[in-house]
């Protein structure tokens, strides 16, 4: 529950750090990790810093010399430390009384990296489609790195050979211990800020595991995927992996690899310019060519060469179906008078009127019917006698019977 107090009823300052130490006193022992700094022995007893290097936070520890006598607990080391929360009522100050302390060792610090690298991987932090590509020609490179480290030099005096043109920022920090982690995350932001910088290069040389151990740190790896600039890690040797080489969007195995990676090499480039040049020159002269090559044949075909040759081939061959369809035309109608005439023949062959003109004649009744034989008519009855030539009119006088 919160004190009422007033500006008319304070409370002593006293009554404040009673409260404090009693609500401190309540935590009981603690198991806490942190970086040793500011290692003092004195006697029987040790003081340090255990500072905590993401959220640049420290705290005071006391203890005997027998709770720290170990070689591992040095300035820089990390360790995990089992402590009760002291408060000074008297001095308003706030320690941690050592009872036990356990350095991280190399077993562990890399269990914990495996742990960090699963929990990041789940996350999708090192998806390759999370990385941006680099520009062909930043505008400005920034570059993270030690105090006129050999890894600066490495990155200038490569990057400027290959192209001198190219201007950089440089941030020196800390690129171990305790402060390392905080300064590149201040120098990351400041950079991921400015829009001139297209890049940046986030480099250290060589070292041990406990050296590059702030490249692995989770806040900085997500600092880094959070960054909207292309971020190139370059941390230590071929061999070196720290988390940060997964997360970047471009690894760099050393830091003159760097270089090479974010700054083009002028002389590849023209080289390359010309050799396309060339290589185009040659695609056009080619295709050139061979239009001309079609030209020349198409130029040389009998339709081109000689079109009035071509315009009297077809005439003749005009005149020549023309002949033919005379001729055709003429033959069929030779033949279909042929085929008349003996149709006529015919025709004039089988009429009856051929047939009266042989001497024939055809007897009729008065009623048009024809007679056949003696017995169609009786006496007196009227004929009609059709000749070759003229008709007779006749009457019955007699009959016979069938001429013998």
Not at 221 to 249: F, K, M, N, Y
Request: one cysteine or more.
């Amino acid at each position: 529950m919160g004190m009422e107090t007033s500006a008319e009823s304070p409370v002593p300052v006293r009554t404040v750090l009673q409260l404090v130490g009693g609500w401190i006193t309540r935590l009981g022992r603690i198991w806490v990790e942190g970086q040793i700094t500011e290692l003092n022995r004195r006697g029987g007893t040790v003081y340090l810093t255990l500072r905590d290097p993401v959220a640049n936070m420290s705290v005071r520890v006391v203890g005997p010399r027998a709770v720290f006598d170990n070689p591992a607990v040095a300035d820089g080391a990390r360790v995990v430390i089992h402590a009760k929360p002291d408060f000074w009522v008297n001095r308003g100050s706030f320690s941690l009384s050592a009872v036990e302390v356990r350095a991280i060792g190399i077993g562990e610090l890399l269990a914990r990296l495996e742990h960090l690298k699963r929990v990041l991987s789940a996350e999708g932090l090192f998806r390759a489609e999370r990385k941006r590509p680099l520009p062909f020609l930043p505008h400005r490179v920034g570059l993270i790195c030690g105090r006129d480290s050999a890894a600066e030099r490495d990155i200038l005096e490569n990057a400027r050979r290959r192209w001198p043109a190219v201007r950089f920022t440089v941030e020196p920090v800390a690129v171990q211990g305790s402060y390392a982690v905080r300064e590149v995350m201040d120098a990351l932001a400041m950079m991921d800020a400015d829009p001139e910088i297209d890049v940046i290069i986030i480099s250290r040389g060589g070292g041990s595991l406990e050296d590059l151990l702030p490249f692995s740190d989770e806040a900085l790896v997500r600092a880094v995927s959070a960054c909207r600039t292309p971020v190139v890690s370059a941390i230590g040797h071929e061999q070196d992996a720290p988390i940060l080489d997964l997360v970047a969007d471009v690894r760099a195995s050393t830091p003159t690899d760097a270089a090479k990676k974010v700054v083009p090499d002028v002389r590849e480039q023209l080289q390359l310019v010309r050799q396309l040049r060339d290589r185009g020159r040659r695609c056009v002269s080619g295709r050139l060519e061979r239009e001309e090559a079609w030209l020349t044949a198409v130029r040389s075909r009998p339709a081109l060469a000689d079109p009035v040759r071509e315009v009297e081939r077809k005439a003749e061959s005009v005149e020549a179906l023309r002949d033919r369809a005379r001729r055709s035309l003429a033959s069929a109608l030779a033949r279909a008078a042929d085929d008349l005439s003996h149709t006529r023949a015919r025709l004039l062959a089988l009429s009856p009127a051929a047939t009266l003109e042989r001497g024939y004649a055809i007897v009729q009744r008065t009623d048009g019917s024809v007679v056949r034989a003696a017995t169609d008519v009786k006496e007196e009855d009227g004929l009609a006698i059709r000749l070759a030539d003229g008709r007779l009119t006749a009457t019955v006088t007699g009959t016979e019977g069938e001429l013998g």
